[in-house]
């Protein structure tokens, strides 16, 4: 089973990540956010997994883009759900599942599986 990375295909972050995957010899699949929606199970599995405030990226562009009573009303995991599903791009990226269940997000190679 190879790695699933998420995201979107022009975030610099995602596209680190996924030429660094292939450097390790790794073929990674690509889930790509805009057009394939996000996976609502594997939404929920994440948010179980790292926590909606490691998920939701409130540092991007489409965050400060948001209403600001969208932003005060996430206060916990549903609000920040809500939110994700709706702008796939407040998502933090990438979220890569590994083969071992292990799920990680962002470009972090140092923290990712051997």
């Known amino acids: 089973m190879d790695p699933i990375v998420y995201g979107i295909p022009n975030c610099d972050t995602v596209k680190k990540a996924r030429t660094w995957l292939a450097d390790q010899g790794l073929n990674?699949?690509?889930?790509?956010?805009?057009?394939?929606?996000?996976?609502?199970?594997?939404?929920?599995?994440w948010l179980g997994v790292v926590g909606w405030e490691t998920l939701l990226n409130r540092k991007g562009t489409t965050w400060r883009k948001l209403d600001t009573a969208v932003q005060t009303g996430v206060t916990d995991s549903e609000s920040a759900r809500?939110?994700?599903?709706?702008?796939?791009?407040?998502?933090?990226?990438?979220v890569i599942a590994w083969p071992s269940g292990k799920v990680t997000v962002g470009y972090t190679p140092e923290q990712w599986p051997a």
Request: avoid cysteine.
């Open 28 to 45: 990674a699949v690509f889930h790509d956010f805009k057009k394939q929606g996000v996976p609502e199970a594997q939404l929920d599995a």
């Open 82 to 94: 809500r939110v994700m599903l709706a702008h796939a791009s407040t998502i933090k990226r990438p």
